[in-house]
């Protein structure tokens, strides 16, 4: 008797810290992200602290088709992916570029969205006018994207910050020649800043996938079931006008 209450006891604590543990449930599916990457992640809304976004209206409505709620996790670009083989968040929707050496430790969903790098200047540096002008030249990236790998290709003088927001802000001080980042980002960050200016270099396209932990095969599977409905059902398309200009 005694024995069974114990059992009991113990089985309704680990109920409990099952619900609570990671802020995790059930019901609830915890998608990782970096908030400073407009229009796919940003923090707005009218509270001024919602985290919104492209990749966030994706992810609601996979979490939906899941039937399930979604939680949002910010965190630094650079902490995503050791976040997710963590099991602190279920996936990862922040403009990541699928590449061999993350398919190593991740899986990524299909393709949802093509992009390239864009380099940022101040408007009177009228230096560079292809990829072999950027090997004299310091450049600010954010740290761990592909533009800080690709940056190191170029030049030796590469000064990586947490987030895009952080390098542009260098640029604009005048500390380092450009801003290397992808270009839905940096067409934003341009709006807000009329003193900079953007140029497009011979840069090969990138495609941004959902990256999920190597042993979620079924979750992956319900990511790529819902992109697929997203893109017929028009869905996706409705995504795509309410955040892209
Ligand atoms: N697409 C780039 C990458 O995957 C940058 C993504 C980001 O900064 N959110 O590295």
């Known amino acids: ?26 019901d609830v599916l915890v998608v990782g992200t970096n908030a400073s990457f407009p229009p796919f992640e940003y923090v707005g ?37 050791v976040a997710l083989n963590a099991g602190k968040v279920d996936f990862i929707a922040s403009g990541m570029t699928i590449t061999p050496e993350r398919q190593a430790s991740v899986n990524f969903s299909e393709p949802y969205y093509e992009a ?3 380099v940022l200047v101040n408007k009177d540096n009228n230096s560079i006018n292809s990829l072999d002008d950027l090997k004299d030249k310091h450049i600010a990236v954010q740290l761990g994207s592909t533009g800080d790998i690709m940056a190191k290709s170029y030049s030796q003088q590469v000064t990586a910050f947490n987030s895009g927001f952080e390098a542009v802000m260098e640029l604009k001080n005048a500390k380092v020649d450009l801003v290397l980042f992808d270009s839905e980002p940096a ?5 807000k ?8 270099l011979d ?18 599977n319900s990511i790529n079931t819902s992109l697929s409905t997203m893109k017929q059902n028009g869905g996706y398309d409705a995504i795509v006008n309410k955040h892209m200009k």
Not at 2 to 18: F, N, R
Not at 64 to 79: C, I, P, Q, R
């Open 203 to 220: 840069f090969s396209p990138e495609f941004y996938g959902f990256a999920v932990a190597k042993d979620k095969v079924e979750l992956l």
């Open 1 to 26: 008797m005694k024995k069974s209450v114990l059992v009991l006891a113990s089985l309704g604590l680990t109920g409990a810290l099952m619900l609570t543990g990671c802020g995790k449930s059930d």
């Open 193 to 200: 800043n009329p003193q900079l200016k953007m140029v497009e």
């Open 187 to 191: 067409i934003s960050f341009l709006e």
């Open 116 to 118: 390239t790098q864009m």
């Open 45 to 81: 809304g009218a509270s001024g602290d919602e985290i919104m976004g492209f990749d966030i209206d994706l992810a609601r409505q996979i979490a939906k088709d899941a039937g399930k709620t979604l939680k949002v996790e910010n965190m630094n670009f650079d902490s995503l992916i």
